[in-house]
């Protein structure tokens, strides 16, 4: 088992990262601890939204892979969440907020768990010191204790065993071409070239330009990466003091491209070339992927509606209650007032009695004493009914706002898994363009030769012109394959290095470095033999 951690930002691009089902086989998301959302993407809002009010930390995340080895018995789910609290633990996360996903890709299971590292009661960030020693820590003590056998290497410092760079990933990604494959390709034009135009030369048939960047001199391939050419020679005898002296004996400003003009030339030659996509297979992919979208799609729209038909039954229901409440106020307020008129009528003034209250205004009196507890009963009515709209009225907004929140979050995980789609669409596109471009290399459409258009250097400090020949190239990529006379070819080589042999014998010897003296002397043998051996097919 090999964990990899790191602190982060940006928590709404690894949500969708590790909500991405195109580069995995099989997803399951466990759930949220410390947060309101139930997904990724709400969650990791709410802890940005803490980083940002209560502190300054940029990177608010912790990142941890958990990565078993394929080759022994796979973890069930209470050894995995064992790791984790011991992680937790020891890096001093413990009841902090945590997400947790499984992926399954190429029959490998790993688990994501990421940690909001702020401490919202103090107010702070999580300060996380020594982080890969206490991992190592975790994973020995693991180990020992569930009988797992640690890989080889895994005491080496963390610089021995670098990972790739992003850039780096980007490019195997795109490319189809891993980090160790492009530093064999230089390295072997390198050590295989005895001179300045055959190391151009070289760089060519891998499909290489030599240019100049911001470092003295970076290599540019068909599909338009830029690296450093020092950190492309596996060599450890070889310095970017000797590339730089081997280099500039016979180059000067100007004669190489820039790195712009070499993206142009090789995104000029890359259409020429063109993309092969095996067509049937990526209509396939194309269709499974949608199909797997229109899954995730339909289960939202079956909440949409679930939850619009639940928001409509809410205020269905919320308005029947009102109103049956209204009504039963309003009954009451009816029944007093026939129960008061009752009891008025019975108690009503009859013959002599009614006859004095007339003549002495009794009878004006009493009425005007119902009248003004007529109206009293009324304004209490009134109040009543006022203050039972008020709270109605109050009910209807909180329910108006919670489904405005219902809403907004749907649609907020509808955006999600917008970005979720587009990440897979993107990353479907690059592994169908990869899965090509490695066709083509592999088949007969390889990579083309890169030819420069401008001024580069030949042997003997010269100006020259190469000749565009990616028609050639191309040729070379059709069915038929033109044969070309070997022997004329070694011939012309075998004539420059004579030429070299000649000057320098006049003007003195050279002055290169010792890793240069050394590849010169290998080279000629394996030239020699491989001459030899194509003269015997011929």
């Given at each position: 088992m090999?964990?990899?951690?790191?602190?982060r930002?940006?928590?709404?691009?690894?949500?969708?990262?590790?909500?991405?089902?195109?580069?995995?086989?099989?997803?399951?998301?466990?759930g949220v601890?410390?947060?309101?959302?139930r997904?990724?993407?709400?969650?990791?809002?709410?802890w940005?939204?803490?980083?940002?009010?209560?502190?300054?930390?940029?990177?608010?995340?912790?990142s941890?892979?958990?990565?078993?080895?394929?080759?022994q018995?796979?973890?069930?789910?209470?050894?995995y969440?064992?790791?984790?609290?011991?992680?937790e633990?020891k890096?001093?996360?413990?009841?902090?907020?945590?997400?947790v996903?499984?992926?399954?890709?190429?029959?490998?299971?790993?688990?994501?768990?990421?940690?909001?590292?702020?401490d919202?009661?103090?107010?702070?960030?999580?300060?996380?010191?020594?982080?890969h020693?206490?991992?190592?820590?975790v994973t020995?003590?693991?180990?020992?204790?569930h009988?797992?056998?640690?890989?080889?290497?895994?005491?080496?410092?963390?610089?021995?065993?670098r990972?790739?760079?992003?850039?780096?990933?980007v490019?195997?990604?795109?490319?189809?071409?891993?980090?160790?494959?492009?530093?064999?390709?230089?390295?072997?034009?390198?050590?295989?070239?005895?001179?300045?135009?055959?190391?151009?030369?070289?760089?060519?048939d891998r499909?290489?330009?030599?240019a100049?960047?911001?470092?003295?001199y970076?290599?540019?391939?068909?599909?338009?990466?830029v690296?450093?050419?020092?950190?492309?020679?596996?060599?450890?005898?070889?310095?970017?003091?000797?590339i730089?002296?081997?280099?500039?004996?016979?180059?000067?400003?100007?004669m190489?491209?820039?790195?712009e003009?070499?993206?142009?030339?090789?995104?000029?030659?890359?259409?020429?070339?063109g993309?092969?996509q095996?067509?049937e297979?990526?209509?396939?992919r194309?269709?499974?992927?949608?199909?797997?979208?229109?899954?995730?799609?339909e289960?939202?729209?079956?909440?949409?509606?679930?939850?619009?038909?639940?928001?409509?039954r809410?205020?269905?229901?919320?308005?029947?209650?009102?109103?049956?409440?209204?009504?039963?106020?309003?009954q009451a307020?009816?029944?007093?007032?026939?129960?008061?008129r009752?009891?008025?009528?019975?108690r009503?003034?009859?013959?002599?009695?009614d006859?004095?209250?007339?003549v002495?205004?009794?009878n004006?009196v009493?009425?005007?004493?119902?009248?003004?507890?007529?109206r009293?009963?009324?304004?209490?009515?009134?109040?009543?009914?006022?203050?039972?709209?008020?709270?109605?009225?109050?009910?209807?907004?909180?329910?108006?706002?919670?489904?405005?929140?219902?809403?907004?979050?749907?649609?907020?995980?509808?955006?999600?898994?917008?970005?979720?789609?587009?990440?897979?669409?993107k990353?479907?596109e690059?592994?169908?363009r990869?899965?090509?471009?490695?066709?083509?290399?592999?088949g007969k459409?390889?990579v083309?030769?890169?030819?420069?258009?401008?001024?580069?250097p030949?042997?003997?400090?010269e100006?020259?012109?190469?000749?565009?020949?990616?028609?050639?190239?191309?040729?070379?990529?059709g069915?038929?394959?033109?044969?070309?006379?070997?022997k004329?070819?070694?011939?012309?080589?075998?004539?420059?290095?004579r030429?070299?042999?000649?000057?320098?014998s006049?003007?003195?010897p050279?002055?290169?470095?010792p890793?240069?003296?050394?590849?010169?002397?290998?080279?000629?043998?394996?030239?020699?033999g491989?001459?030899?051996?194509?003269?015997?097919?011929?």
């Amino acid at each position: 088992m090999i964990p990899f951690a790191s602190q982060r930002g940006v928590g709404q691009d690894l949500a969708t990262h590790l909500l991405n089902v195109h580069d995995n086989e099989e997803l399951e998301f466990v759930g949220v601890r410390g947060a309101i959302a139930r997904d990724l993407h709400g969650a990791f809002a709410e802890w940005e939204a803490q980083a940002h009010a209560l502190t300054k930390c940029r990177n608010y995340l912790y990142s941890m892979s958990v990565n078993p080895d394929p080759n022994q018995d796979p973890l069930n789910r209470a050894q995995y969440m064992d790791y984790i609290t011991r992680a937790e633990e020891k890096l001093g996360l413990s009841d902090q907020p945590r997400a947790v996903v499984f992926h399954r890709k190429h029959g490998r299971e790993h688990c994501h768990v990421v940690w909001s590292r702020i401490d919202a009661e103090k107010g702070k960030a999580i300060h996380i010191a020594f982080d890969h020693q206490k991992l190592m820590m975790v994973t020995k003590e693991f180990a020992r204790e569930h009988n797992l056998i640690l890989p080889e290497g895994y005491e080496k410092k963390p610089q021995e065993s670098r990972q790739l760079s992003l850039y780096e990933k980007v490019q195997q990604d795109e490319t189809g071409i891993t980090q160790a494959q492009r530093i064999s390709d230089i390295t072997s034009a390198w050590q295989g070239s005895d001179s300045v135009n055959a190391f151009l030369r070289a760089l060519d048939d891998r499909g290489y330009i030599l240019a100049r960047g911001k470092r003295p001199y970076v290599v540019v391939d068909i599909y338009g990466h830029v690296n450093a050419l020092s950190k492309l020679i596996d060599d450890r005898q070889v310095r970017t003091k000797h590339i730089r002296e081997f280099l500039n004996k016979e180059i000067t400003d100007g004669m190489l491209p820039t790195v712009e003009e070499a993206k142009e030339m090789a995104a000029r030659q890359l259409k020429e070339f063109g993309d092969h996509q095996r067509a049937e297979d990526a209509y396939l992919r194309r269709k499974e992927l949608e199909r797997k979208q229109s899954r995730r799609r339909e289960r939202l729209d079956g909440l949409k509606q679930s939850l619009e038909h639940r928001q409509r039954r809410e205020r269905a229901v919320l308005s029947e209650r009102h109103l049956a409440e209204r009504r039963t106020i309003r009954q009451a307020y009816r029944a007093e007032i026939k129960r008061v008129r009752q009891e008025r009528y019975q108690r009503r003034p009859r013959g002599l009695a009614d006859f004095l209250g007339k003549v002495t205004g009794i009878n004006v009196v009493r009425q005007k004493l119902h009248d003004h507890q007529d109206r009293k009963r009324r304004r209490q009515f009134a109040q009543v009914m006022q203050i039972k709209r008020e709270a109605h009225r109050d009910e209807q907004v909180r329910l108006t706002q919670r489904h405005g929140l219902q809403t907004l979050d749907l649609d907020r995980q509808f955006r999600a898994l917008a970005q979720v789609q587009a990440r897979e669409r993107k990353t479907m596109e690059i592994a169908i363009r990869k899965d090509g471009r490695i066709d083509r290399r592999a088949g007969k459409a390889r990579v083309p030769e890169v030819y420069y258009e401008g001024p580069v250097p030949v042997v003997g400090g010269e100006h020259g012109t190469l000749e565009k020949s990616f028609d050639r190239a191309l040729a070379r990529l059709g069915p038929k394959t033109p044969e070309f006379d070997l022997k004329e070819e070694f011939g012309r080589a075998a004539g420059s290095e004579r030429e070299q042999t000649e000057r320098e014998s006049e003007e003195g010897p050279s002055k290169e470095s010792p890793g240069r003296t050394r590849l010169r002397r290998q080279r000629a043998p394996r030239r020699r033999g491989k001459s030899k051996d194509l003269d015997k097919e011929r």
